[in-house]
């Protein structure tokens, strides 16, 4: 089980408080934010003596929307991520399915599926995965693919793998042990934050109302090799370090007792 720190917390200037992550530990940046020159910069001062060993994209989520017809630009902006993940040797890509949208879901969630199509042949060039999270929120009417709906994507879309974002499902009322059994190996990487089923906070874990020993449970039981993202916002550096070692020495260890009883 690999574990990832987003860098959604240290966007911008804030970027080189990531100097201190260890070797061990891999990093998820959202690639927009900067460029090929920026994030080159980037990663060779967090790295300055060899290649990130754990690195993931997320992908386009503020300039590209699948679900917007209006969108014409998608394609160009996903080559551009899918060249640098290539030269850094990412293990994968996070693909949001939409944002905002209009329209009649049925004909918007073919558009999506059509244009992830599309993004996976492009994929197949580059020899880099492409991972679709679930996102869209019910409580802000954007949730174009509940869990149904999000399965069948995956079913129609096989050389993808799935992303599961916790906090996204929790909001939703997702029954989160069933599903990560669901998934089992398709299931790549997990977005780990908290919150109170509200909103999307993207708290540290703990610090919502998530049972997490039951979802680490489950995923030590059906994905114990998935890749677990910590996607906390508004923390700095020594928090978002504090909280993953919590999780490694008691969430993971009692998760791994239980599984093994």
């Known amino acids: 089980m690999l574990i990832s720190l987003s860098n959604l917390s240290f966007i911008g200037f804030n970027y080189t408080a990531l100097k201190q992550l260890p070797d061990s530990l891999g990093l998820e940046i959202f690639y927009e934010f900067g460029n090929h020159s920026h994030w080159d910069k980037v990663l060779k001062e967090i790295y300055p003596h060899q290649s990130p060993q754990n690195l993931s ?11 917007d017809e209006n969108d014409s630009h998608y394609l160009a902006h996903y080559k551009d991520v899918f060249e640098f ?8 890509i996070v693909v949001h399915t939409n944002e905002e949208f209009t329209g009649d879901k049925t004909v918007v969630r073919q558009r999506v599926q059509h244009r992830l199509q ?12 492409i991972l679709i999270e679930n996102v869209g929120l019910q409580p802000k009417d954007t949730l174009l693919f509940d869990w149904k709906e999000y399965l069948e994507l995956l ?19 997702w029954d989160l042990p069933d599903i990560i059994a669901q998934l089992g190996k398709r299931l790549i990487a997990c977005h780990l934050h908290d919150n109170h089923g509200v909103s999307d906070d993207h708290l540290p874990i703990g610090q919502g109302t ?5 979802l680490f449970a489950a995923i030590c039981s059906s994905a114990p090799k998935t890749t677990l ?33």
């Open 155 to 173: 079913l129609m879309l096989p050389e993808a793998g799935a992303l599961l974002d916790v906090g996204h499902a929790y909001i939703n009322q």
């Open 210 to 214: 998530i049972n997490w020993n039951v």
């Open 118 to 129: 599309e993004l996976l042949l492009l994929s197949k060039n580059y020899e880099i995965q």
């Open 57 to 67: 994209i997320h992908g386009p989520c503020i300039g590209v929307n699948l679900a």
């Open 85 to 92: 993940a290539a030269k850094w040797n990412a293990k994968f």
């Open 229 to 261: 993202v910590f996607e906390y916002a508004n923390v700095d550096i020594q928090t978002a370090l504090a909280s993953i070692q919590v999780t490694e020495n008691s969430y993971l260890v009692q998760a791994a007792e239980i599984t093994q009883d």
